[in-house]
């Protein structure tokens, strides 16, 4: 009886040791996981496929756009998205850097006909509802808007869903209610002089 208990307990401490053991390992690696976000891991986009199905490519630093909609309309979206990410770093802080070394870039699907995006292969597989406008990882897709201001913000909005939701593994990301509220604070804006993170003192110019 005596040496069964000794067992007992000699299992429980073991369990108990490899317990604190495992803590220690994740307190250690925690912080080195807090210092990197995502890798880079959109797909490479096939040129051919995109012109074959009346897509066209804009780009800079930091956006990709991919869309079937006026040049006129496109055009100079990724430069503003450019001019926009020192706004992004200076309100939520600068990003980590990537774990593949990557800088921060996304990719925006601008889309009028979203049948043209299907045929082209970049719309994501199975049930993915866009709505409005949807990201996932460093990609986001969004509905062409009839207003060119709102089209703007849309876009911008978007671009801080993917700033945001960037961390390696999903960590620290904050609740739906913060990235929404803060993603249309950001995105609200004027062109001259521009501006983003505004209060408007009037509707007018602001409709979307």
Known sequence: MECAAREITGGRYVRLLSFVVQAILLLAVEPLLAQVRLSDGRPSLDVAALEA???????????????????????????????????????????????????????????EARERFRQAGVLPEGDFVIRH????????????????????????????????????????????????????MLATHRVQPLQFGILPEQLNGFEG
């Open 53 to 111: 199905a009346g897509l066209k490519g804009y780009r800079a630093r930091h956006l990709l756009l991919v869309s079937d909609a006026p040049t006129e309309q496109c055009q100079d979206l990724p430069a503003l998205v450019d001019r926009f990410y020192p706004a992004l770093q200076q309100t939520l802080g600068p990003l980590a850097r990537a774990a593949d070394g990557a800088e921060f870039q996304v990719t925006g699907y601008l889309m």
């Open 133 to 184: 406008g949807r990201h996932l990882g460093y990609q986001f897709w969004m509905n062409n808007q009839p207003s060119d201001y709102y089209r703007r913000h849309l876009l911008l909005h978007e671009v801080v869903h993917c700033y945001l939701m960037c961390e390696h593994g999903m960590r620290d990301i904050p609740p739906l209610w913060y990235t929404e509220g803060v993603a249309e």
